[in-house]
């Protein structure tokens, strides 16, 4: 049973696209237009919460949906998979930054990589991360060290993550030591991103290829990237795999010449960008938000000190209330029908975990941080920081050990503190990040 617009109501939003969800009418959009641009958190809450689990936004072309609801994404993202693409804006403007990698790729081309990258993540590679990400830790004591030598020192929390989780990016996935270039590797990917949202917030981008302030910015870093990514690959072109020896780690897996498809340059060049843009942003973003949930709860970081094995439900909590990737683009080959609401071929729909992680059916209380909800483990309905269904992110499993082992190691030796009680405004990029960084007081836990 699908829905029917009222009597009396809009059943065309122009250029002959049909209604057939509701939501906006025009004039409210416009009003919110600067909302839209400036805090889309808060207006893709507020659409869900004044007009329902899936709306349709007053948008000609393409029709474009929101939709809320666990089991609505779940139709998606699972259920329908077959009938959606990524060829949207938002994956379109990202692979001017990573190419045709794993995360923007689409449909037969995406499969290919998946099958040819499933051995860089079995579960042997994701427990000899643990090595890598030991090593990374061991240095920033020794950083941390030095800094609070005569007491305690303010740092930044979002910066010092970055780093670290780039520096494990390089040596668990490519072998690589990048720690004398995470401050420009960690600036050209932030830079790259920045240009990648005003472009897809932008109705009408202009070319890359017009020097543009934007477009000058993006191609500078995009060219940074490039020669960290091409330093990678010819390292490894001079320290190939020996015939027979068992991988090492993704980089051997991309530059396998025995494949069924061998990789172009191009290709793992292309793959090597997407997992150092994806890679460490995404796991830096938690692990940033996991200080300031735990500084904004000192009872959670004393129980987590205490208890370090907590450290597995402190980060999927943390995922739930901000999840890196916080929204979530498809582009409809043909109809699909989700919750009753029919939506047609070559519509845009978005999921945004974000609102969906604030669903009281699943989550009661769903803005207060409390880890235990992850004691029995996540739910199958209403959780998707990772994405669903098959296109799940295939670093799942490594980014929560990860996760986990770096949060329990920082909360036995170190404290973070807040140097004050403000709610840190949250910067909706391509991921989720504190606007302006999150200054912290660091001081060492005595032994």
């Known amino acids: 049973m699908t829905w029917t617009a009222p009597p009396g109501s809009r059943t065309r939003h122009g250029w002959n696209t049909p209604v057939t969800a509701p939501g906006p009418e025009n004039r409210e959009m416009l009003k919110r237009f600067r909302e839209i641009q400036h805090n889309p958190l808060n207006f893709l809450l507020q659409t869900w919460q004044l007009h329902g689990d899936v709306v349709q936004f007053p948008i000609p072309r393409p029709a474009s949906y929101l939709v809320s609801s666990p089991q609505g994404a779940r139709d998606v993202l699972v259920n329908n998979h077959r009938a959606m693409s990524k060829r949207t804006i938002q994956y379109s403007t990202l692979s001017l930054v990573t190419g045709e990698g794993l995360l923007t790729a689409d449909t037969e081309t995406w499969k ?168 460490h942003e995404t796991i830096a973003s938690a692990l940033t938000w996991a200080w300031y949930l735990l500084g904004s709860n000192p009872e959670e970081a004393q129980r987590l000190q205490v208890h370090p094995e907590r450290a597995a439900l402190v980060f999927d909590e943390t995922l739930r209330l901000y999840p890196p990737a916080w929204v979530i683009t498809r582009r409809t080959l043909e109809s699909v ?84 009680n403000q709610q840190v405004p949250v910067d909706a990029s391509v991921t989720l990040r504190p606007q302006g960084g999150l200054p912290m007081r660091l001081t060492r836990i005595k032994d």
């Not at 991988?247 to 530059?255: A, E, N, P, T, Y």
């Not at 975990?353 to 209403?382: C, Q």
Request: negative net charge; proline residues 8%.
């Open 112 to 279: 290919t990589s998946r099958r040819q990258l499933a051995p860089a993540f079995h579960h042997e590679m994701i427990s000899l991360a643990t090595n890598h990400v030991a090593t990374a830790l061991n240095r920033l004591d020794q950083n941390w060290a030095e800094l609070t030598s005569e007491g305690s020192a303010l740092i930044d929390v979002d910066q010092t993550m970055m780093n670290l989780a780039l520096e494990i990016t390089g040596a668990t996935l490519f072998g690589s030591d990048l720690t004398g270039q995470v401050d420009q590797l960690t600036s050209a990917t932030l830079r790259a991103l920045h240009g990648v949202v005003v472009r897809a917030r932008n109705p009408l981008p202009v070319p890359l290829a017009i020097p543009t302030p934007n477009n000058l910015g993006m191609r500078k870093a995009i060219r940074e990237l490039d020669t960290a990514v091409n330093a990678i690959i010819d390292r490894r072109l001079a320290d190939p795999l020996p015939p027979g020896a068992p991988i090492r780690d993704m980089l051997d897996v991309l530059m396998d010449q025995t494949l069924e498809q061998p990789l172009s340059r191009k290709q793992i060049r292309y793959e090597v960008a997407t997992f150092i843009v994806a890679g």
């Open 337 to 420: 029908e989700v919750e009753g609401f029919l939506i047609p071929a070559d519509a845009l729909v978005i999921v945004s975990p974000w609102v969906v992680h604030r669903n009281e059916r699943v989550w009661p209380n769903p803005e207060l941080f409390i880890p235990d909800r992850f004691a029995n483990g996540a739910p199958m309905l209403g959780y998707l920081p990772f994405g669903a269904g098959p296109r799940l992110c295939i670093g799942r499993d490594m980014a929560r050990l990860q996760g986990a082992q770096i949060l329990s190691h920082i909360s036995q030796n170190w404290q973070l503190s807040p140097i004050h």
